[in-house]
């Protein structure tokens, strides 16, 4: 196994006032290939089949599970539960549990910006016979998270801590694995119309303006609301509906979401990202485990 070798110390710890000693391992020391494997064609790039470990590859191209460590030290991989590309089935169980309950994304009772209200923890939703805490609050995105989805589109109110009330109009209530991530475009890099080829995909501020310059050609990132405009000042150049979240949320006509990237998609694109690994070749692992031993000295 990986930590066998590692060096064994000392690792103090209290009962009551005193104090005494365990042994362990010191999994902490940091080790890494020689500049001669990495300089060479000693690596080859492999996908993850679906619900497949370190283990399992380590088996297939060592011939010992016992070798898994070597696939974790060569892709950098410290945490082999989350730093490993996920099964789909346990990536599925793993967004329904980290986003739990639902996201509501509301303007204020006039239809316009509400981001400059803190609706943090110990507040509470209402709308008519239902009330819940909050269980999360993101003011760009004008998004409260819930735990039910027992309210639905319309007038609510929020209760601060003091006992205060402010009037909400909820506009879109969707289950929290489904609510926006972050927003994001794709644009050239270059000229306006794109003629170098290249493309970046940037992620924007979701009350930025989104002009009809997007739905073109995606050239222009657009421009942050004035402060004055975030503070509820007169005179705003830039209306709620042609931001990003007012368009999402359609605060005027239909929905756009096509610029929205939701918590399953992330969770889903970084799981993805993952798949494609470096394995060392069969050929230096001789080579290899000679070296982890040198610098643990063993």
Request: aromatic share 14%; with cysteine.
């Amino acid at each position: 196994m990986y930590f066998q070798d590692f060096p064994i110390v000392p690792y103090p710890y209290y009962m009551g006032d005193k104090k005494a000693y365990a042994i362990a391992r010191n999994i902490i020391r940091r080790v890494a290939f020689s500049d001669e494997i990495n300089n060479s064609a000693a690596f080859l790039e492999y996908s993850i089949k679906d619900g497949e470990r370190p283990e399992h590859i380590a088996n297939r191209v060592y011939g010992n599970s016992n070798n898994h460590w070597i696939i974790l030290l060569t892709n950098n991989i410290v945490d082999p539960y989350h730093g490993w590309c996920k099964s789909q089935t346990t990536m599925e169980q793993y967004i329904q549990k980290k986003y739990s309950g639902n996201m509501i994304y509301f303007s204020d009772a006039a239809k316009g910006f509400t981001y400059n209200f803190a609706y943090s923890s110990g507040c509470l939703l209402t709308q008519g016979a239902n009330s819940e805490p909050i269980t999360s609050y993101r003011e760009t995105f004008c998004e409260l998270g819930v735990q039910t989805p027992k309210f639905s589109v319309g007038e609510a109110a929020v209760t601060l801590p003091s006992g205060a009330t402010t009037a909400i109009y909820i506009r879109k209530i969707v289950p929290a694995y489904l609510g926006a991530n972050h927003f994001s475009i794709d644009r050239p890099t270059g000229t306006v119309d794109g003629s170098n080829g290249a493309l970046e995909t940037p992620i924007v501020d979701p009350l930025a303006y989104q002009s009809s310059d997007y739905e073109g050609y995606g050239a222009v990132v657009g421009c942050a609301l004035p402060a004055t405009t975030r503070g509820g000042a007169t005179g705003a150049t830039v209306e709620f509906w042609q931001t990003y979240i007012g368009k999402y949320m359609g605060v005027s006509g239909s929905e756009v979401t096509d610029y929205a990237t939701s918590n399953y998609q992330y969770e889903t694109d970084s799981n993805e990202a993952k798949r494609t690994i470096k394995i060392l070749s069969p050929v230096f692992l001789n080579q290899a485990l000679k070296e982890l031993k040198s610098v643990l000295g063993v």
